[in-house]
């Protein structure tokens, strides 16, 4: 299977997941490292896998770019997580997972006319790095291990330095205390057709509501 492939059928599993089409494939907004430097005014040495939305100040138009760093793409060629996801290429497939995560939320509320917060952002991603994890997992091997991958993706998880390293903070902490929660709550959450009601209602909802909702 291609990197390709798997960008493919993560892409279709978060779709499906949340209900709803996919009018804008993530493939096709992949671009080099060296265009987005170009348009960041970055070097190249400094930008990691991520999705860039740059407005043009002298048109009235938007530039959206998708970037893979070179190292997550290697990993994801050489162990395919959707064959095996383990330790080794865990890190790999939430990145993927998450610039997914990010180019569809941007998309889908720019389609409904609506905006959408970095915060936001990076909560929806740090929701579905566990979410898809989970439910890969429990395709492979029949469960989930939602407690390991909990204590892997955020008890251990390191946050680098940036000027939105606050912002990411503030996302990481949210989505585990929401997560630690539905474990509480639920044991496989996953696995429970409430749970995945309240998630896609809050995939359609903004900030204020989401944030809300963590702090119950």
């Known amino acids: 299977m291609s990197l390709k492939d798997i960008i493919h059928q993560c892409e279709q599993m978060i779709a499906k997941y949340y209900g709803f089409e996919i009018s804008t494939p993530f493939i096709d907004f992949i671009v080099s490292e060296n265009d987005i430097a170009y348009s960041t005014n ?6 990691k896998s991520g999705v860039f939305v740059i407005e043009n100040k002298t048109e009235d138009e938007v530039f959206i770019g998708a970037c893979l760093d070179e190292k997550i793409t290697e990993n994801l060629a050489a162990m395919n997580p959707l064959v095996v996801l383990n330790k080794e290429n865990l890190n790999a497939f ?5 610039e997914i995560s990010h ?9 409904a006319g609506l905006g959408v917060t970095k915060v936001e952002l990076e909560w929806q991603a740090e929701i579905d790095k566990l979410l898809f994890s989970a439910e890969i997992l429990r395709f492979q091997s029949g469960k989930t291990h939602i407690v390991p991958l909990l204590k892997l993706i955020f008890d251990q998880c390191e946050i680098i330095e940036s000027p939105d390293k606050p912002l990411y903070i503030q996302a ?3 989505a585990a205390t929401f997560w630690y929660k539905a474990v509480s709550e639920y044991k496989e959450p996953t696995t429970v057709r409430d749970f995945r009601s309240t998630l896609q209602k809050l995939y359609r909802v903004d900030w204020d509501e989401k944030r809300a909702y963590c702090a119950r």
């Open 42 to 47: 970055e070097t190249k040495s400094n930008l």
């Open 94 to 98: 939430c990145v993927l997972v998450e």
């Open 103 to 111: 180019f569809h939320l941007l998309v889908n509320r720019a389609k």
């Open 172 to 174: 990481n902490k949210l």
